[in-house]
Structure formats: C-alpha cells, structure tokens
C-alpha cells in the first residue's frame, strides 16, 4: 500500500481550512458549512476505509509513511496499530457532528471558527498516528493554538480565564515531556517509537523520563489535582469546542499513558502504579462528590468527565489485559457519550441561554423526544449494561480486581455516586414539575440535532450490546503490550 | 601579497559610504536617490559577501588580524539582509515624522561596516575598532528623531552606559594583553592558562561589556528605555542588527582567546542565561507599550541563544546562530505588524491600541497571531525549532537545570505573548488603521510570516547552512 493514507488524513482538514480561508463570508454561511461539512465527511469516509483494510491479526504498525524530516535527526513517521486506529476514527466520527453543531452555537464568524476546528483535526489525527516522539510532540503542542482561540473568542463569560488556564496548564505540563524527549535521543540515539520499542530504555533513567511524560499526560487527562483548568475550559467554551475537548483532546492523553508511558517504560509503570492508584480513585471519587453539587449542567459534565477519565487511568495501569481493553472502550464510549451529553445541554443552552439546572425541570412534558434521547445519554454515562459506557467500565473493574481489591472496592463506589449525580441531574431538569414559564415554549430537537444526537446514540447501544468490533481490533495490539512489559519486567 | 578579495564587501561599503556622503553635499534634496542608492549597495555587497567569501573555510589577513571564516560570511549575509529590511520598509515612518534625510542610510551603512569588521575581527584592536564604529553610528541613530524628547534621551542614555560598557571592555581587553602579551585572538588562545587570578578579572570584564551589547541580564537596564524612546525602525535596527554582531563577537571571544579557560566562563555564561530568559519573561508582563514588550521578550531570547553557547560545543553554537536567525525574521516579522498601525499619520504603540484587531484587519492580526505563537515557541511555527535546537544542545551536555528553568521560562513568557493575542482576538474593536501600506511592508510581513509558519516543511537547509561552522 504505497498511497500515504495517514498523511492524507491529517493533510485534508489543512487543505479545507484553506480554502475555507479564501471563501468571502456572506449573509448566509451555507458554502462555509458545506465546504467543512464535505471535508471531514470525506476524512470520516477514508478513515473507515482504514479500518476495513487494516489487519486485525498483527500487532506491528500499519500504513507506516517514513520520510526523512530533519536529516539524521527526525523522520517524519505515522503509522497505525490497533489502539490508535479507534482514536482517529473518534476523531473523524466527532469533528463532521460538531460541525453540523455550530448551526446554532456560533453566531459571530462562523468562517474562523469552522478554521480552527478543521485544524485541530488535522493536529489530533497527527497524534494518534505518530510514531516518533518528537512528531507527537508538535502535533500535541500544536493542538494549543486552535484550542485556545475556540475557548477565547467563542466562549462565554469568563472565556479569557479559561482560555489563559487551558493554555497554561497544558504547556506548563508539556514542557517538561520535551526535555524528556529530548533526552531520550541522547540517551537511545533515536526518537523512533518502533525503534524504542526495541531497544527499550535503561532502568536508571526510567522512573524520571516517566515522571516527566506524567506530568504532560496528567494536566491533558486531566488528573486530579491539575484537573482545575478542564471545568474552566469546558463551560466557558462553546458546544463545539466542548465536544471536541471532551470527546478527542482528553483522549490524547490516556492514548498517551498507553502509547509512551507503558510502552517505553515499562519498569517505571510498574513503579509509579501504587502513585497512578491513588490519584485515580481520588479523581473517581473526590470529582464525584463536587458533581454532584454543581449547579451548572455543563460543569457537572465536566467533572464527571474527570471522574470517567480517573477509570480510564486506573484500567491503564491495571497492566491487565482486560484494564487496558477496558480504558480504550472507555475511552471511545466517554467520547460518544460526552460528546452527546454536551450536545444535549447545548441544545436546551441555545433555546434558554442558561446553563443552571435551577432554570429547568418538567422538560419531558414540552420536549419528549429531546428527553428520550438525554435519557439514553445519562444511562451510558453512568454505565448501564448495553450502553458502551458499561463494557469499559465493567472491563476495567475486571481488571482491577485481579490487580487491587482495595482499588476496584474504591472504584466501584465512583460507580454508584456516577449514577446518583447522573440521575439526579436528569430528575431535576427533566421530570418535576415544569415551573419556570418560558420552558412552555421551547421547541423540540431540530432536524439536524436529532440527526446528530441519534448518530451519537446509534454507536452507544451499537457497542454496548456488541462491543467485538472493538475488542476485535485492540485485542492483539492490547496483548503484544502486555507481553512485550511482562517481557522487560522479567529481564530487568 | 594579501587577498584583498576577501575583505572586497568591507571595502565597497566604506566607499558607498563616501560616494553617499559627498552626494549628499552637493546635490540638493538627495534623500531619495541616497536610500535607493544605498539599498543598492547593500545588495551588492551581499552578492559580493556571498561570492567572494561564502566558500571559504577559513583565512586571515592582515598579520592574522581579520579572519574570514564560514561563521564570518553567514553573519555578514544576516547582517546585511536585516539592515537592508530595516532600510527598506523605513521610509513612509519616517516621511511621517519629517526625518526622511540623507544621514539615515548612510549611519545604517555605517553602522553595519562596522558590525562587518566586528565579525571579520580576529584581534582585540580591530574588534574594538569595529564595536566603537558601529556604536557611535547607533548612539545618533537613536537619537535621530531629535524633535521628541523621548528620542534625544533615549540617544544619550545609550551613549553613557554604552560608552561605560566599552571603557570595561577595554579595561578587560587591556589586562588580557597584559597576561598574554598579544592582541590577536589565536596568539592569546595559546598564552593563556587558568593559573592566573588576575586574567579572570579580565576575561569578566570584557564578558560584562559583551552582554551589555547584547543586552543581557543584569546589564540589560538600557534596553527598554532605549528601545521605547528611539524611532521604531531603528529600535527594529536595534533589536536585530547589533545583536548578530555583537552574538559573532561573543562567540569568537568565546571559543576562540578564552576555549582554553572554559571553566571561567562556563558558569558566568550559565548565569547570563538563566537571568535573562527568566527576567525577560518576567518584566515584560506589566508592560503596556509593545516597544518596551520587545524589549524585555528580546532579553529573554538573548537568553535561550546564551544557552546555546554555554553548552561548549559545536551543536550549541549551531543552535544558537539558528535561534539567531529564526529571531531576527520573527523580529522583522513583528515590527512590520507595529509600523502597520498608522492612523492618520500617528503610530500607535500601546499595547490596548491592538485591541479588536482581529474584526477590522484580521489578515494583519492573523499574521501577529502567528508571529506571537512562534516568539512563545509553540510548534509547528519556526520559533518553537529555534528553542528546540537550542535545548537539544543543552541537553547533549546534560545541562538539565538550564534546560528546565529556560522551558519554565517559555511558559511564563507565553503569558504575555497570549495577552497581546487575547488583546486582539477577544477584545472590543477600535477605529480602522489605514491600509495603504508600502509594497514593501507588506512584502516583508508576507515573506517573514510564510517563512515562520512554513518552516516546518523544510527544516534541514538552514541546520545544513549553520552546520559548516566549525569553531571548536
């Protein structure tokens, strides 16, 4: 397969945010849209192709392009394994609903904003398709930029604080993965993942070159206690950026823990496991606990976000062949799920202007469908079975307790305060009694929210009951990493 | 007989000088023609520099005074291209202010002969020639919009702590030739040794007259005051001209007379590092004019290409001379956005003048919003590779502590570069600027611009360049 399909992947968006740039805005937006709307649904198309024509059987990369970048320094490597592959088709599945999104979010430069978020694909597939560290590192850097405007020009209130934290945290954490990728060149000679995978890293370096990967991976997670800046972003940021926050940019980072942190150092994952625990079931319970106080729908999402990604973590570090299983399904699930939860409260924010969950309540006597749909959402978020939400969590709880009882005890109290803070958040905004009187006239969902709320909610239960498509897909890359650590860890 | 051939682009640009001058005097009304003329010599002798000299390795002349080398002929070529930038995208801010004179060109090419013989020098006096030249032409150029006050005091603070950094100059200078009996470079770089308590005193002094040049930290006072105060092309003239010279000089004084002492320096080198990076991000956030801004962010990157050259090795100062060059365009890049904001014959320099940029100009805001990016070093964009070779060279010397603090660094430098963004992008428009800008300004701004946003795709042709510079 000589056609560079990764860098075509990466590539496209680029190429429509450019001519998006040179597209006058008018009176109508439509030529905008479409151009956008036809961009990524064409990248979606070609990454399912990927997936068709990816080889399930192997765990070695596939559709590796190597080129020379920087001459005896850096290639310009991307390629793909099982792991990554669903990250990327996350992405292309996420970006074309955002954009049908923006319909009624963004009002103000439509054009600029529909830029920003066809760059931040190009980047995002960029990071789940690189193979050498420091071509991960400008995609995941690069990712700032577009972010940082979507929070600060689109967002609401107090979208300058955001924006600024967003941007500051994630470098802040950043920074410090550079000089350790720096000096894995200059300890190994080369930033070739494949290579690294290989050769591997001396022990006496690990435990800090981990630390400092961790401390880039914990802030995008985000990890409690540099988890501050992600209910910031997410409220201030309008739908779209949301979903894309929510939905892609924290999975960069879990894709991070498995892709780097365990993969390159194996004997400091191990050491750093007991660190990971803790913080993880803090995370899933302390976050919780603040969700369920919250009086703002969006950030309730928000720090169940922080919660769901605490299991995420947990099952990496479980070293189990089902933890890890169990993160990557929860990952794709959170990103379904997330992305729809944050449709849903747009979708009433842009009839009602308000966020509160004091403002609603009796939703389901004016708006049945829109109440259906949220219903369904909820369901996943907590994790019932035949939602995807509970097979990752039901596979990472596995994993636990092989490794941990204390820990997947802890862990599954997250459980049950997921459900309370979900179910109470759904009882006040949609049943009750409907008291405020402006909710008697808002209008239920839309042609196009529909279509996107129901192909948001097709793939949850499609996963939830038949989750083999994606087990089918990790499952060899999943235990190729497994056995290649069981492998380092025995011969340290 | 000595090859005069190789010191050919000095003398062309002394006699230009002259021709200019004696223009100048007899023709009325000559501005015009001795901008274009003087222009045109540049060009010329950057077509000289790069035939005459770009293949050589390396040669001296002159009893060994004048060294020609590759390092030589690249810095000479970044001169002369900045100072012909500088000259050519002057002209309409200076028509504004009615300074559109014949002096200016001819102080620019004064100056810059003297930056040549600086880079040439391979000895303390020619050096000491060299560095007065060029001073004396900066200290009026500051000064040349002499009907505001600011201006005249900006032109007499650089001349006093100016001439005090040069009289600790040649207070080190003297001593080193005490020790070593010798002024040339490579006489001294076998004479000394490090037994001799004395000689560091020397090699101090001469470092402290270096950074204040450069305007490192802690001698980096003059800068914001100078650089607020003088017309903004010539504090553009400032910011990227004298500091390739004065980066030159640096490196020869360092590798060269002193390699053998690198104990003595090494960790005075560090220092100046360190307080710059982490000062220049630190005072610029309360800045509220950009000039001043400039002027702190620019000690802060004189600070990441300090690190370069601490790090004792080839790949360092080949970082550095690669920060060098990637700062200069996104310098040029950023003044071209500052003299864009003209307002009915009025610049504007505050910082709360940009404000809502990006809903009435947004080509010129989407420029600075790149160029903004790529000063606080985020990838793709040409800066963060600056940074990049930069630290990748530290780190080959396991020199994590400066390697940690600089990244530190970028971060809180990132705040100020996110503020001017957020000035721009998310604040209430103002009034229109005007829009007729001169070809050239834009061609400069086009040009830099691309280059910073594209230099990603390409990024081996200038490691190959810098890579023929072989000090150590």
């Known amino acids: ?41 064409v990248n979606f198309l070609i990454s399912i192709y990927l997936w068709i024509a990816f080889d399930q059987s192997t765990s070695t990369f596939q559709f590796i392009e190597d080129r020379t970048w920087i001459k005896g320094f850096i290639n310009y490597k991307v390629g793909v394994d099982g792991i990554s592959i669903l990250f990327i088709i996350l992405t292309t599945f996420i970006t074309p609903l955002c954009i049908i999104s923006v319909n009624n979010s963004v009002k103000n430069r439509l054009r600029d904003f529909l830029i920003s978020i066809l760059i931040m694909e190009s980047f995002m597939i960029g990071v789940f398709s690189a193979l050498d560290l420091v071509i991960f590192y400008l995609f995941f850097e690069a990712g700032l930029i577009p972010m940082f405007l979507i929070i600060g020009i689109w967002g609401g209130a107090r979208r300058v604080y955001s924006a600024f934290k967003f941007f500051l945290y994630t470098l802040l954490g950043s920074v410090l993965m550079l000089v350790a990728i720096i000096s894995i060149y200059w300890i190994t000679g080369t930033t070739d993942v494949v290579q690294l995978y290989e050769i591997g890293i001396d022990i006496k370096y690990q435990n800090l070159l981990w630390l400092a990967f961790f401390s880039s991976f914990a802030v995008k997670t985000p990890m409690w206690p540099v988890h501050t800046w992600l209910p910031d972003a997410h409220v201030e940021a309008p739908t779209a ?84 299983e169990g993160s990557i399904i929860q990952m794709i699930s959170h990103g379904l799920v997330s992305a729809a939860l944050f449709l849903t409260v747009g979708v009433v924010y842009d009839r009602m202007h308000s966020r509160l969950i004091s403002t609603y309540g009796g939703l389901v006597s004016v708006i049945p469908k829109y109440s259906i749909l949220f219903m369904l959402f909820a369901l996943a978020s907590l994790g019932l079975p035949g939602t995807s939400g509970f097979v990752g969590e039901f596979l990472i709880l596995m994993g636990a307790f092989k490794d941990n009882f204390l820990v997947a005890v802890l862990a599954s109290i997250g459980v049950i305060l997921g459900a309370a803070y979900m179910l109470w958040l759904y009882k006040r905004v949609v049943f009750g009694k409907l008291l405020n009187e402006d909710l008697k006239k808002i209008l239920d969902l839309n042609k196009s929210e529909y279509f996107i ?40 | 007989m000595e090859n005069l051939n190789l010191i050919l682009p000095e003398i062309f640009i002394s006699l230009s000088i002259m021709f200019l001058l004696i223009l100048g005097v007899f023709k009325n009304d000559s501005s015009k023609i001795t901008f274009n003329l003087s222009l045109f010599a540049i060009l010329i002798t950057i077509i000289i520099t790069i035939n005459e000299t770009f293949s050589v390795t390396r040669e001296t002349l002159f009893n060994e005074s004048v060294v020609i080398d590759s390092m030589s002929s690249l810095m000479k070529i970044i001169t002369l ?54 001073s004396l032409a900066l200290y009026v150029l500051a000064t040349y919009n002499r009907d505001q006050l600011k201006s005249s005091e900006a032109g007499l603070k650089y001349f006093v702590l100016s001439a005090l950094s040069s009289g600790l100059l040649l207070y080190g200078c003297s001593l080193v030739y005490g020790f070593s009996g010798s002024t040339n470079f490579d006489t001294i770089s076998s004479q000394l040794n490090s037994e001799e308590y004395v000689l560091t005193f020397g090699i101090v002094f001469i470092l402290v007259g270096l950074a204040f040049k450069i305007s490192a930290v802690p001698f980096h006072m003059w800068a914001p005051d100078v650089y607020e105060g ?18 030159t000089v640096f490196i ?21 590092s360190i307080a710059s990076m982490v000062f220049g991000a630190v005072a610029a956030i309360g800045q509220t004019n950009i000039k001043r801004l400039i002027a702190y962010s620019s000690i802060g990157h004189i600070g990441y290409t300090l690190a370069g050259l601490a790090t004792a090795s080839n790949e360092g100062i080949q970082s550095s001379i690669i920060y060098i060059s990637i700062y200069v365009v996104m310098n040029l890049a950023l003044f071209s956005c500052l003299l864009m904001l003209r307002r009915k014959d009025q610049y504007y320099e505050d910082i709360n003048d940009l404000s809502g940029l990006s809903k009435n100009h947004p080509l010129l805001s989407l420029c600075m919003l790149l160029i903004l990016f790529s000063l606080a070093g985020i990838p793709p964009l040409a800066g963060f590779f600056a940074k990049f070779y930069v630290f990748k060279a530290v780190l080959e010397q396991s020199m994590y502590f400066l390697a940690i603090v600089g990244l530190l660094s970028t971060v809180v430098a990132a705040f100020y570069y996110l503020r001017i963004i957020k000035i721009m992008y998310f604040d209430k428009e103002k009034d229109k600027y005007d829009t007729d800008h001169s070809l050239w300004l834009k061609f400069s701004l086009t040009v830099s611009t691309i280059l910073i946003l594209l230099y990603f795709i390409f990024p081996s042709q200038l490691i190959e360049v810098v890579s023929r510079i072989n000090i150590i």
Do not use: C
């Open chain 1, 241 to 324: 950026g949301s979903v894309l926050l929510a939905a892609i940019l924290l999975k960069m980072a879990g894709y991070g823990f498995i892709r780097f942190s365990l993969g390159l150092f194996p004997v400091a994952s191990e050491v750093f496991t007991p660190l990971i625990y803790t913080l993880s079931v803090i995370a899933i319970i302390f976050t919780s606990l603040i969700a369920l106080m919250q009086e703002d729908m969006k950030k309730l999402i928000a720090y169940s976000s922080v919660a769901h990604m605490g299991f995420v973590t947990l099952g990496i570090f479980t070293l189990q062949q089902q933890g890890i």
């Open chain 1, 453 to 492: 709320l129901s192909s948001l909610a097709a793939p949850i239960l499609f996963f939830g009951f038949y989750p083999d498509p994606l087990i089918n897909t990790i499952e060899v890359s999943v235990t190729d990493l497994i056995n290649m650590h069981n492998t380092n860890i025995a011969s340290k």
């Open chain 2, 81 to 134: 291209i900045g100072g012909f930038l500088v000259l050519v995208i002057s002209s309409t801010y200076l028509k504004t202010f009615k300074i559109y004179n014949i002096e200016y060109p001819i102080l620019i090419l004064s100056s810059i002969l003297g930056m040549m013989v600086m880079i040439s020098s391979n000895d303390l006096i020619v050096f000491y020639m060299g560095l007065e030249l060029q």
């Open chain 2, 230 to 247: 003088s017309p903004t092309t010539v504090t553009l003239f400032f910011t990227i001209v004298p500091k390739i010279a004065a980066l």
């Open chain 1, 1 to 41: 397969m000589n056609f560079p399909i990764l860098s075509s992947l990466i590539l496209l968006p680029t190429i429509g945010a450019l001519f998006l740039f040179f597209i006058k805005e008018k009176g109508d937006n439509s030529t905008i849209k479409y151009v956008a709307l036809f961009t990524t649904v």
């Open chain 2, 252 to 272: 020869r004084f360092l590798y060269v007379p002193f390699l053998n002492l690198i104990d003595q320096w090494q960790m005075i080198i560090v220092f100046l």
